[in-house]
């Protein structure tokens, strides 16, 4: 299958950005935000900005079917799609929808493309900077034009990276937290797309989410290892945008990788914990 230009999906995200995206930040009536669920945030421009994304995508690659965010939350059976024989488009029309509805500038727009199951392209917008990033799975990728990478491998208390917290963690909060203090930084942006772009150009080394909801994760784990990274879920197996259970975990390197993983398992004091 020949890939849809990347220029071409980035000019439709730079669009639905400027022309619904931005100009309702700041300026949202009450009757314009509700819940979807406990704590789950979601506004009009989540929905207004992944219709357009959704019929501009599909458009753009003939045969081609999205999984949105919102309209799994109405069909949880459009997840099936993703381990379908089409193509698929995976569209988070506005992660960190919670910082938005709050005036906070730390929000995205990521799109994944996926077929049989895997992720072969990715791409995550940033409305407020306009920085885009986007990778194709064995050609690298870059950030306005600056190639992909890393940061480099470092001690614990060197590194920073970003941490769930304990409402996803269960039972590894304890040691989850414990990393996280040793860290000379590590936080929870509350932006998936936000903490991919840090982590595909250097600027942090490390994320363990817990919560794998496909539109969150496809296109940044992609970046990731183009940038040159390791990652993998827990039990060392790989990520794919199919799996919703789970903790993964991207390092810059194997090692490190291995160094986290075991302090997550175990912790400072050697303890086992459940792999969950």
């Known amino acids: 299958?020949?890939?849809?230009?990347?220029?071409?999906?980035?000019?439709?995200?730079?669009?639905?950005?400027?022309?619904?995206?931005?100009?309702?930040?700041?300026?949202?009536?009450k009757s314009e935000v509700r819940e979807k669920g406990p704590g789950d945030v979601v506004t009009v421009v989540d929905e207004?900005?992944?219709?357009?994304?959704?019929?501009?995508?599909?458009?753009?690659?003939?045969?081609?079917?999205?999984?949105?965010?919102?309209?799994?939350?109405?069909?949880?059976?459009?997840?099936?799609?993703?381990?379908?024989?089409?193509?698929?488009?995976?569209?988070?029309?506005?992660?960190?929808?919670?910082?938005?509805?709050?005036?906070?500038?730390?929000?995205?727009?990521?799109?994944?493309?996926?077929?049989?199951?895997?992720?072969?392209?990715?791409?995550?917008?940033?409305?407020?900077?306009?920085?885009?990033?986007?990778?194709?799975?064995?050609?690298?990728?870059?950030?306005?034009?600056?190639?992909?990478?890393?940061?480099?491998?470092?001690?614990?208390?060197?590194?920073?990276?970003?941490?769930?917290?304990?409402?996803?963690?269960?039972?590894h909060w304890p040691r989850l937290k414990a990393l996280r203090d040793r860290l000379a930084s590590g936080h929870n942006l509350r932006c998936a797309g936000i903490e991919y772009l840090g982590l595909a150009s250097g600027q942090a080394h490390l994320t363990i989410p817990v919560r794998l909801m496909p539109w969150d994760h496809a296109a940044g784990v992609l970046m990731h290892r183009e940038a040159g990274g390791y990652g993998a879920m827990l039990d060392g197996s790989a990520y794919a945008p199919s799996r919703l259970e789970g903790m993964l975990i991207l390092a810059p390197d194997e090692a490190t990788w291995r160094q986290v993983r075991d302090w997550v398992m175990?912790?400072?004091?050697?303890?086992?914990?459940?792999q969950g």
């Open 1 to 29: 299958m020949r890939l849809p230009d990347s220029e071409a999906v980035i000019a439709i995200m730079e669009a639905v950005a400027r022309e619904v995206i931005m100009p309702r930040f700041r300026d949202l009536a």
């Open 48 to 171: 207004l900005s992944e219709a357009r994304l959704t019929a501009e995508l599909a458009a753009l690659l003939p045969g081609s079917v999205v999984v949105g965010e919102e309209a799994a939350a109405i069909d949880p059976a459009v997840l099936e799609r993703i381990s379908g024989d089409r193509p698929v488009w995976i569209v988070d029309p506005l992660d960190g929808t919670a910082n938005f509805a709050g005036g906070i500038e730390r929000f995205a727009m990521i799109v994944a493309l996926a077929v049989g199951g895997q992720t072969v392209a990715g791409w995550i917008h940033d409305p407020n900077t306009g920085r885009t990033g986007w990778a194709v799975a064995g050609e690298g990728g870059a950030i306005d034009g600056e190639p992909l990478k890393v940061a480099a491998p470092a001690p614990l208390e060197a590194m920073t990276g970003f941490v769930s917290g304990p409402k996803y963690s269960g039972a």
């Open 266 to 274: 175990q912790g400072p004091d050697g303890g086992a914990a459940g």
